[in-house]
């Protein structure tokens, strides 16, 4: 047979295909980095678990926990209660800087093959943040968030910026952010064995919903909490900004700030600059000294009365602005503090209120006062109370009598079963 050495044959590639390592977990997208909406870590690994088709618990124990346990007993990864191998403590402190989450979001990378899970906790502002106060113990949520998600069929998370101390309300719709269970009114912690994000971990109750349209026209309400906004704003500069730092803001950023501010406003006079920021000398010497840092509540205060952004305060990028431009500045904020705290119990407020109370006591679930309080934006019940004390005293018995009816039909069940 004569062979044709001109014809072209099937070419064969005989080498390897290159495959991409394979992650043990999925590589879940996480939601928001670069936003202030970022996820937390808690949210994240609740997801993470969801699309594994496992409890989170489950997830923790066996996947991320058995990474930093030096014993093989493997039946410790699979305890129904996620405190016997977590700790209770622990699992709170996941979404903040501490080194339990550190370890969290190493395993978390190495287990999905990210490098980007950092910026889901408070890591970036380790040395700059103290613990103290720093997170909530108990879970807060925005309802009007989860449902407008719910209802444009996007991915139920929870934002890492619910989870601050320091945060009172929502960014988006300015109201304050929940923390106790529409259906169940109890409080929850923030990640456990079966979190799901969205949902009560008490009663897998939703906890959406649409803010009462009775207060939608009184603007004093914005108004009057706008130190939480800007807190909130601030705070969410913050988680946004986080991916755009190279390393971590050391330490010294603060009482190099305070330096540069003394420098600029008083002359180098440290007592004079504190005495203006309304900080203890003794406290404010400590910090200038650098042998300790200011807990998130008072670096806030401070670049607020600074009129700086947190991230530019812990960057040391000073504000150049005078003494005098600050004072007039402090003088407004009084002033329209003063003038909404007049105009926040105008008529139309009080009426609307007064009709969102009559409302409450029709509700299915009634709410205890000061939850009523929450929803329509006060920070306590007192103002509800001022407003009507009969209608107030009703929701409250209304509450009471509701509560004691559900524990004796729990107890009834119980026994039963
Ligand atoms: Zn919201
Ligand atoms: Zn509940």
């Not at 009482?255 to 006079?269: D, F, S």
Request: hydrophobic content about 40%.
């Amino acid at each position: 047979m004569k062979v044709d050495v001109n014809q072209t044959d099937e070419l064969w590639d005989l080498e390897r295909p290159k495959i991409p390592p394979r992650s043990s977990l999925f590589h879940l997208e996480p939601i928001g980095i670069g936003t202030p909406y970022v996820e937390s870590i808690t949210s994240y690994v609740a997801r993470l678990a969801e699309a594994h088709s496992v409890a989170v618990g489950t997830l923790i124990a066996a996947e991320i926990h058995k990474k930093f346990s030096k014993s093989d007993d493997i039946q410790q990864y699979y305890y129904p209660s996620l405190v016997k191998v977590y700790g209770q403590y622990y699992i709170k402190s996941l979404n903040g800087t501490s080194v339990k989450a550190k370890q969290f979001v190493a395993a978390l990378n190495q287990l999905t093959l990210r490098d980007d899970l950092e910026f889901l906790t408070l890591l970036t502002w380790a040395e700059v943040l103290p613990s103290q106060e720093l997170l909530r113990t108990d879970f807060a949520w925005c309802p009007q968030c989860y449902q407008e998600w719910r209802d444009s069929s996007k991915v139920i998370y929870s934002p890492l910026l619910w989870s601050l101390q320091s945060v009172n309300i929502c960014l988006e719709h300015h109201r304050p952010l929940q923390s106790i269970c529409p259906q169940c009114h109890q409080k929850f912690v923030p990640l456990w064995q079966t979190t799901r994000p969205g949902y009560c971990l008490k009663c897998d109750a939703w906890l959406g919903g649409h803010y009462s349209s009775v207060l939608q026209h009184c603007p004093n309400i914005a108004q009057s909490l706008e130190w939480d906004i800007w807190v909130a704003s601030a705070l969410g500069e913050l988680l946004s900004k986080a991916v755009l730092f190279n390393s971590i803001p050391p330490r010294d950023s603060i009482n190099k700030a305070i330096k540069l501010y003394a420098n600029q406003l008083t002359n180098g006079n440290i007592s004079a600059l504190g005495r203006f920021l309304r900080v203890n000398h003794y406290k404010f010497l400590h910090w200038h000294q650098g042998s300790t840092i200011p807990i998130i509540s008072e670096l806030l205060k401070i670049c607020y009365t600074l009129s700086t952004s947190v991230v530019d305060f812990l960057q040391v990028k000073v504000n150049q602005i005078t003494l005098d431009k600050l004072a007039i500045l402090a003088s407004k904020t009084s002033q329209r503090r003063r003038k909404s705290s007049v105009t926040y119990s105008s008529r139309q407020d009080i009426e609307a209120t007064r009709a969102a109370m009559q409302q409450a006591l029709f509700e299915e679930h009634p709410p205890t006062l000061t939850q009523l309080a929450y929803r329509l934006g006060y920070k306590s019940y007192s103002p509800l109370t001022h407003i009507s004390k009969s209608l107030a005293t009703a929701i409250k018995k209304r509450a009471t009598d509701y509560a004691t009816l559900k524990r004796q039909v729990q107890g009834a069940t119980r026994w039963l079963g």
